[in-house]
């Protein structure tokens, strides 16, 4: 394996990180240029979790038939289109339609570069290569909202789209001339529909990967409450500007990131205690967060520190949860990859969705939704397999 795959694939998987964290802070501006409702803008990251979640399914089974490379490098080509018609578009309703089509593209960026971690490497040896991926990946949510602010200011919201087509651009361009095939032909699945929806099937009724897929499910629900509603809470409640609110939210991504890299090494230590404690953390700053939306104790330091810290610990959950999840099920890898995108972007936009639905004058219904998504994480984590 070439010492730069990880950063390929890295690079290839932040398509979906950028694609969701650099419009955050243009939602308000969004929102008055196309005259939606408040909170309405949200329906367009609902939209993007709902491309994702079946274009997840439809990338995967292809994968398994087709290989990887060719899956992706069409994926990306759609979403570089499809972001050129986020830039175009006129209203709420068109901009949701391209971003669902653009997350349906990207998801191959999503589901492919897991199962290519799979075909390579299992257990230690694939939570190393998923650490490393996860460290490049990580700089998009650390850059994209900040990067996103200063755009939003220089040039408008609009410039933001551009830019993930270009990236989107790089991206195709870069699988088709770099990435290598990791899925032989005589690996290939080659199975009727049937087929593939008994795969589907089997699958899903296995107990460590429904346990670990809801696990990263959950945890996803409570990531995207909190970034669904950050931008109205912080934005338009403690009124920090834009360009502020990247650096902040940036400050945020540095504790996942800095956790997936102690993954390996807690692995080896402590085993599948690392992500059932990394989720009692989790849940303890949620509470604290959500005591401080009802009470106003803290102000927005009280909303932000307990944030952090729980975005944070999903470092130590997320690879953990898709590493268990694809254990059992190497020669389809591309098919459970996909089931366990479809789960854990499906529990993300219904998050983004009902933030966007409840979120009014203060924190509460984030902090109240982030308590419900951590807590059914630490209910799949208890009925998961021992090993």
Partial sequence: MPRWLPLLLGFLTAVGPLSTDMYLPAFPAIEAE??????????TLSAW????????????????RLGRRRPLIIGTAIYTVASIG????????????WRCLAAFGGAASAVIPRAMVRDLATGLDAARLMSRLMLVMGAAPILAPTIGGLLLEAAGWRIIFWVSAGYG??????AGFLLPETLPAERRVRRSPLGLL??????????????????GGASMF???????????VYIAQYGIAPSQFGLLFAVSAIGFIGLT??????????????????LYAAALSVLLMTASAFTGWGGFLGLYLPACLALACTGLVLPNAAIGALARHGMRAGSA????GVLQFGLAALGAGLVGALTGEDAVPMALLMLAGVGTALLADLLRPGR
Wanted: net charge negative.
């Fill in 34 to 43: 196309l005259g939606s409702r408040w909170g309405g803008v949200e329906a």
């Fill in 49 to 64: 979790f709902l491309g994702l979640a079946v274009g997840q399914l439809v990338q995967g089974t292809l994968a398994d």
């Fill in 86 to 97: 986020c830039a175009l578009s006129t209203d709420i309703a068109m901009l949701s339609a």
């Fill in 169 to 174: 651009l790089t991206s195709c361009l870069l």
């Fill in 198 to 215: 008994a795969d589907f099937g089997r699958i899903s009724v296995e107990r460590g990967f429904i346990t670990h897929a809801v696990m």
């Fill in 222 to 232: 409570m990531v995207f409450a909190f970034i669904g509603g950050a931008p109205e």
């Fill in 261 to 278: 890299q102690f993954n390996p090494w807690l692995l080896t230590r402590f085993g599948g205690l690392v992500p059932r404690v990394a």
């Fill in 337 to 340: 990859s996909a089931l366990l």
